[in-house]
């Protein structure tokens, strides 16, 4: 890279509903096809952008993280100012900063985090409906989540892991999995050195099957040890999966993620 370009990271959040998912698609609406058009009318030339985790049609973001090379001389206001303007309402630009040209968005990460909110009420919330998952039956959450620790540590994960995935390896470490129950609302928080393609969703699929007691708890890591997609449960909706956070070295010195507070009525204490 010539000393005229240089790379500036981005923090973006997206609400996912509109989105045929992140990765720009021939005649497809995607967040990275918006965000690279608002970018491209600031740096006058066209830009290409890497994001830490392609998430698929219908999932949010609060800390996805994105990186592009410019040689375009701009204050940082017009970048971020300039490029939220000519977004839609559903994607914003957080924040921006100047790296090294070593620092790769995707392969610098070190972990993901993602949380699933699933409405478990009997009927459907025509507030929530696009923003979390509706499940009807009772969940036990306790049960859930002691399921659920089995998943942890450096393991294959091919029975999570969808048919068209392109990675090379299925082994992944998982770092923590937590499942509560806030009021009507169960949140699974999922974090690992990376995930295979709907591999949380798939996870959260067979968790639902124990929640509701068609399975046992340990179902789950026979399900795991097996290796075999077609032992576990469907996959869960798009809508309820959020990526939370991407995590670095901290020599990288990003601003601080907030995710872990993710704030929404359904958050809230109101007694």
Request: a positive charge; charged letters at 20%.
């Amino acid at each position: 890279m010539s000393e005229s370009r240089q790379r500036i990271v981005l923090g973006i959040e997206y609400a996912g509903t509109p989105f045929a998912g992140w990765q720009a698609q021939p005649k497809q609406y995607t967040v990275q096809g918006c965000v690279e058009a608002a970018l491209t009318k600031i740096a006058a030339h066209p830009v290409k952008l890497y994001c830490a985790g392609r998430t698929d049609a219908g999932v949010h973001a609060l800390g996805q993280v994105v990186h592009f090379d410019t040689s375009a001389q701009r204050p940082t206001r017009a970048w971020l100012v300039g490029g939220n303007t000519y977004l839609p309402k559903s994607i914003a630009i957080k924040w921006l900063q100047h790296v090294e040209t070593t620092f790769h968005a995707r392969h610098s990460a070190i972990a993901r985090r993602y949380r699933y909110i699933i409405c478990n009420t009997p009927t459907h919330s025509a507030i929530y409906a696009e923003r979390a998952t509706w499940y009807r039956y009772p969940l036990d959450a306790a049960r859930m989540h002691i399921a659920a620790q089995c998943l942890l540590g450096e393991r294959d994960f091919s029975a999570f892991r969808a048919a068209e995935c392109e990675s090379l390896s299925p082994w992944r470490n998982l770092h923590a999995i937590t499942v509560k129950r806030q009021g009507d609302f169960v949140i699974i928080d999922v974090s690992a050195n990376a995930f295979l393609h709907h591999m949380v969703r798939n996870i959260v699929g067979s968790l639902l099957a124990i929640g509701t007691r068609r399975r046992d708890a340990a179902w789950l890591a026979e399900v795991l040890a097996k290796r075999d997609r077609r032992l576990a449960a469907e996959t869960a909706q798009a809508s309820g999966l959020y990526l939370m956070a991407v995590h670095y070295q901290d020599v990288w010195d990003f601003p601080q993620n907030n995710s872990h507070d993710f704030v929404l009525p359904i958050y809230t204490d109101y007694t």
